[in-house]
């Protein structure tokens, strides 16, 4: 098995006190679902990150957080980290970005 795609439970995280950024946006997308926000884990690329994972909620306009840091942007903000999507997941769906364009797109509008 590798251990480099070892996984934990959002309560083994919480024991453990150490995951990365998959298992904190996990956790922090199973926070807002609990207060009744429509949250999204979105895995893609970042600057500096690289390979990385973010939180997107929609209830209050499209903002994707940080799930380290704690920070929100606004999915229109030239500034976001957040560069490229590959997925994005909840619960009940799974979406895969098979263009990789660079073009963030939601319901076929751009963000």
Known sequence: ???LSFRFWPQQFL???????????ILLCNYFKYRNKSAYVVL???IPEGSTAYV???D????LW???TGESFDVQDANCPLKSIECVFNEGNVSDN???QSVIT?????W
């Open 15 to 25: 024991h453990m006190l150490a995951g990365d950024e998959e298992e904190h946006a």
């Open 66 to 68: 940080n799930a380290y």
């Open 60 to 63: 209050d306009g499209y903002k």
């Open 106 to 110: 939601y319901k076929n509008k751009p």
């Open 98 to 100: 098979h263009y990789r």
């Open 44 to 46: 893609g690329t970042g």
């Open 1 to 3: 098995m590798n251990l």
């Open 56 to 58: 997107l909620t929609v």
